[in-house]
Each structure stands twice: as structure tokens, then as C-alpha cells.
């Protein structure tokens, strides 16, 4: 089993920021060419270019390692077949091959190519061109690496996970995915766990009024002045700070339903897909919410983490089932987080609602609704202050203030599954 860590590269000197830039931008190249080739083919109506037509295309071309060039043609071609199958399946969504030209490209380098030394890691650049040299202490079982621009330099790390055996578990489980909250698990046992999203929107909301008060600043600035390149990025530093604090909580609640699993002994997993709840109009601020969901990272992170636990794991539409009874079947739509039926009076939480009732659909089997569940916060409580208990009023007569040191670290301190600290170089 594998599992990807980041590591951020931060405090770059123009050196080494300069030659990451012109490598992605050789990787872009890469691939602008195998999409003129693949597009005049089509054009003229003659065999698409294969893995070796494409192999040979770039050989020996461009300025980077053989391997890495090899990466970008297969990344092109799977690119290509999922196009192709899309095209068949869903022809509503009038997918398009490739057909714009590209600036930058993530380039990556297989396990045979990366060389590691304690204390740095050496990326090959292609035969008599320096290597890249990262002061990173890889772990001894990571394999591919890949560098990626997200608002700054990233290295994405492939790293091998041992796996323990176990037996497989004969307990069905059904994930409901919420907005406000982000899993309610329901077993055929009538075990039920609720995992609260709140954390997670107030770090957007948090984020988006920022952005806004920054871009108000921003837009009384000449562009590209001194003034405008400083709060550009404070931006950019305020959109990193959110993302890496929002994966750490949706990490720490994907495994904590993981891990109430296990502990139920879960050995096939449903997760509801709730696509169709976005199709709907419901307003400026509701919309707005609605485009933040993240839904589909979710279900990527509940079902890689089940692999590594040995559940299987399949997802579906979900539609329907948060509006009918589980008791008698009456179908009506809730507005509050208690279902309350209107015809045989029947409540309970509106979320296990919708997860008991996958039970029926996708299982073929009823499941008496959980009369207790368990709920959980993401992450762990932040640790009061020191004088958190002591009021304003006795600060101000004895003249003491907040330390700014604490008060900062406790905004910015995060802790990530598959983030490490920041390096420097």
C-alpha cells in the first residue's frame, strides 16, 4: 500500500527557485509536444501515437532526465484513455482530447531515478546537467517523486506502507457525507458515529473574509507595485496556512471514522455521493457554501484509508435518502437536523437517517435505528491559555498583555497525516 508525503519548499534561493521554474516548464514543452502530434493524427485521420511513437517523439530533446520525460508521455496517454472512455459512457459531458498548450507541468522522477543520501536527496536532470540537490531526509521505503507548484514548490513523495493482515469483517457500514457534518457512519449492529464539519467551514469562512479585506486593499494599488506585491503575498500565504489546516481536519475525521470502523468491525463500507444536491438553486450564500464542498476529497480519503484497513469500499448516489421515514417510508423534506415524520412520528437525527436508509437500498436489508450514536470533533481541543481564566479587567489594572508569540503560534501551528514541516534550502 502506498501513501503520498509533502514536503513544502520554502525560503528557495533564486538559484534553485530558477531551476525548478525552467524544469516545469521543459515538462510543459514535453507535453505540448505529444499533443500536437496526437492532434494532427486525429486531424489526418491516420493511427493515434502510441507509447513508443510518443517515447521516440521526445527523446534526447528536451533538458531533463529520460525517465522524467517518459513520465510526462505516460501521464499524456492515461490523459488519453480517460478522455476516450468518457466520451463512450458520458457522452453529456462532451469531454475534449487535449488541446491546450500548457506553461508548466508537474515533473516527476521513478524510484530507480532518485537518489538518496542522508540527509539530501539528488533528482537527476538528463546526462551532463547538474542534478538537484533538496536537503530532504527521505523515509527508507519511499519510491517516485514528484515536484509540484501549489501557491509554492512542493515535493510529492510516494512512500510504501506495510500492511498487517486481517480478516475481513462481516459487518456492513454506510457513510453519509454532510456540509455542516462531514460523516454519520451507521453499522448493522445500530452503531452509529457523527463527525462534525464545522471545524472545517469556519477555516473557510475564516479564509474567504480574509482574502476579501486583502483584495479590497489590493484593488486601491497600482498593480505590481511594492504595495501590491506585498499583499499579493500575504494572499498567498494566508490560501497555504488554510489549506494545510482544512487537509489536517478532514484527514483527522476521515480516520476517525476508519477507525470507529475497525473498532465495529466493518468488512464492506458504502459511501453516498451527494453530487445532485449541487444541481439545485438555493441562493447567493447557500451556493456559495455548496462550491466550498470538497465532497469528492472526502470520499478519495475514506477510500484510501478503508484499503489500508482492508474494508472494501464502493461509493453511489445517495438520492432519497435523507427525505423518507426509515419506519414507515413517508417521504418529506426536513428543514431542521431533527427528521421528524409526519405520519407515524417518528425522530431522529437527520443525517443517520440518510445513512440507515443506504442500508436498504444498497444492502437490501433494514437496520432498526441507532437509539445512541457518538459524536466527534476532528483534531484535538486546543489547550487553553495560560491566562485564559484570568478576566480582561485584572489584566488591564496589573498592566499585563497577551504574549503576540502565543498567539500566533496557536493560530498557525498544524499537524498533517501526509505533511512535514517546512524545509529550507
Not at 479564509?207 to 486583502?214: H, I, N, P, Q
Not at 476508519?258 to 447557500?286: A, D, M, S, Y
Not at 487553553?384 to 502565543?406: F, I, K, N, Y
Amino acid at each position: 500500500m502506498n501513501t503520498v508525503k509533502i514536503y513544502q519548499l520554502n525560503s528557495l534561493s533564486p538559484t534553485h527557485y530558477q531551476r525548478l521554474r525552467a524544469a516545469q516548464q521543459e515538462a510543459a514543452r514535453i507535453w505540448n509536444r505529444c499533443m500536437e502530434l496526437h492532434r494532427d493524427a486525429r486531424l489526418q485521420h491516420e493511427p493515434w501515437p502510441g507509447r513508443d511513437v510518443l517515447q521516440k517523439a521526445t527523446k534526447g530533446l528536451f533538458a531533463l532526465h529520460s525517465q522524467s520525460i517518459q513520465m510526462v508521455t505516460h501521464a499524456f496517454l492515461a490523459n488519453i484513455n480517460t478522455t476516450q472512455q468518457l466520451r463512450k459512457t458520458h457522452p453529456q459531458m462532451r469531454m475534449r482530447y487535449p488541446y491546450k498548450e500548457k506553461a508548466f507541468y508537474p515533473v516527476s522522477w521513478p524510484a530507480q531515478a532518485v537518489c538518496k543520501e542522508p540527509g539530501r536527496v539528488l533528482l537527476p536532470m538528463g546526462r551532463g546537467r547538474p542534478s538537484l540537490v533538496l536537503p530532504l531526509a527521505l523515509p527508507d521505503t519511499s519510491r517516485s517523486v514528484t515536484l509540484v507548484w501549489n501557491d509554492g514548490y512542493e515535493l510529492h513523495v510516494c512512500v510504501e506502507i506495510p500492511q498487517e493482515e486481517q480478516a475481513p469483517g462481516e459487518v456492513h457500514a454506510t457513510v453519509d457525507l454532510g456540509e455542516i457534518h462531514l460523516a454519520a457512519v451507521t453499522t448493522t449492529t445500530s452503531k452509529a458515529l457523527i463527525v462534525t464539519g464545522r471545524g472545517i467551514r469556519s477555516l473557510k469562512r475564516q479564509r474567504t473574509k480574509a482574502l476579501d479585506r486583502m483584495a479590497k486593499k489590493q484593488s486601491r494599488c497600482t498593480k505590481h507595485s511594492r504595495r501590491w506585491k506585498k499583499l499579493q503575498s500575504a494572499k498567498t500565504k494566508q490560501s497555504r496556512r488554510a489549506e494545510r489546516r482544512i487537509r489536517d481536519q478532514r484527514h483527522q475525521a476521515t480516520r476517525k471514522v476508519i477507525t470507529f470502523c475497525i473498532e465495529q468491525e466493518v468488512g464492506t463500507l458504502f459511501i453516498g455521493n451527494p453530487h445532485g444536491v449541487r444541481k439545485g438553486n438555493n441562493g447567493r450564500h447557500h451556493n456559495q457554501r455548496m462550491s466550498l464542498w470538497e465532497y469528492s476529497k472526502d470520499i478519495d480519503y475514506l477510500t484510501h484509508k478503508s484499503e489500508q484497513a482492508h474494508i472494501a469500499c464502493f461509493t453511489g448516489s445517495e438520492r432519497g435518502t435523507s427525505s423518507q421515514c426509515p419506519s414507515c417510508g413517508h417521504k418529506h423534506k426536513p428543514r431542521n437536523r431533527q427528521w421528524i415524520c409526519k405520519a407515524c412520528g417518528f425522530t431522529g437525527h437527520r443525517d443517520l437517517v440518510g445513512s440507515i436508509n443506504m442500508h436498504t437500498l444498497f444492502f437490501g436489508e433494514q437496520v432498526n435505528f441507532p437509539r445512541s450514536f457518538t459524536y466527534l470533533r476532528p483534531g484535538n481541543v486546543r489547550k487553553s491559555c495560560r491566562r485564559a481564566d484570568t478576566p480582561q479587567c485584572r489584566l488591564s489594572e496589573s498592566g499585563l498583555q497577551p504574549h503576540v508569540a502565543d498567539v500566533v503560534s496557536s493560530e498557525t501551528g498544524y499537524r498533517s497525516d501526509d505533511a512535514e514541516k517546512p524545509v529550507s534550502l
